[in-house]
């Protein structure tokens, strides 16, 4: 077999005869990497990921136990199977090695048939997980790209019957996407804005504006200002637009409990391979507070909910500065743009008042990044 093919397995034995007879048993089926040391065998994982590992537990210095920790601590025994090599029955050590991420037992001295056996086996069952990870993977990816579809088609919609506000979906969701690599950077915001969330948060923001599909037209293309009871009818279109995803959401729980079974054995996976449960249902719930939520005021006097201060979702706080930066910085029918100084000025005097106080320092601080956004959709 040439060797490219083979299946790589590391051997761990501080005994140069077993070594010596793994290799012997071994040699001819799969590429064998030997290691007669926890330090050595540690030396050699921290760089190399090999198909299989056996790893003998009685061994000076670094056993076998701390080599399997330090490889559960890293991650790499949900990704290479390991298989302990141990001489005598030892319950308490066993239960140890299965808790550290141990797959299987083969005991000494070696019984070829069975030896052969457990690695053929666990390499098997390696090799369908990887499949596996690679089928779920490949799904993600799918549903994510038609996310990406729909929410640029729906986003459109909604800009295409909006005479006055074209580009704002789109020169909003710039500005967002700047806004979130910065508040990454920031401590208080960076083990929550997780890669998944802020990809979500991204694909969520052309959305915010949905619920203008239920505005009348003489409202939505009037080309001078709102009265009243113009202005409370597009009010509207934040309660409009939250209740379509919640609807949503609704339909695809209720889709998930008719196929229940389907449903525990998908986020079992999920759950093995640490992909966020349910990714389809968190977008829509963020999908759902950057449309409901958008307009709401850091004081409480925003609408439709009046919600104030931190019990407003981060995500439609940090959507509602650059929304209203966008706004302030577009000509519409009624006015004309503002520079962006002056809509940075009119920001910073309701820092606190209407937005969140820290999130508007943080989008202050990247004041000429958002300048030369704003200058290059001009151009
Ligand atoms: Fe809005």
Known sequence: MPDKIKKHILVVDDVPANLKYAEQLLGNTYKLTLASSGMQALKFLRKNTPDLTLLDINMPEIDGCMVLKELKET????KMPVIIL???VDTDVELKCLALGAVDFIRKPFVTEI????IETQLELSAY???LEHLVAEKTAVIGRLQDVMSTCFAELVESRDGTTGGHIKNTTMYFALFLDELSRHEEYRD???HEYKRDLVRAAPLHDIGKIGINDSVLRKESALDKEEFEHMKTHAKIGGDTFQNIFNSVEEIRHHS???ANAFEKICDEMNIEESSDTAFLHIARDMALYHHERWNGTGYPTGISGEDIPLCARILSIVDVYDALTSKRSYKEAFSHEKAMEIII???GIFFDPTLTDIF???SDKIKACLLSKEH
């Open 75 to 78: 991650g790499q025994t949900e």
């Open 86 to 88: 141990t001489s005598e």
């Open 115 to 118: 030896m052969l056996s457990r």
């Open 129 to 131: 997980r990887n499949r």
């Open 192 to 194: 929550i804005l997780t």
């Open 260 to 262: 229940q079974i389907g």
């Open 349 to 351: 005097e309701d820092r």
């Open 364 to 366: 202050v601080s990247i």
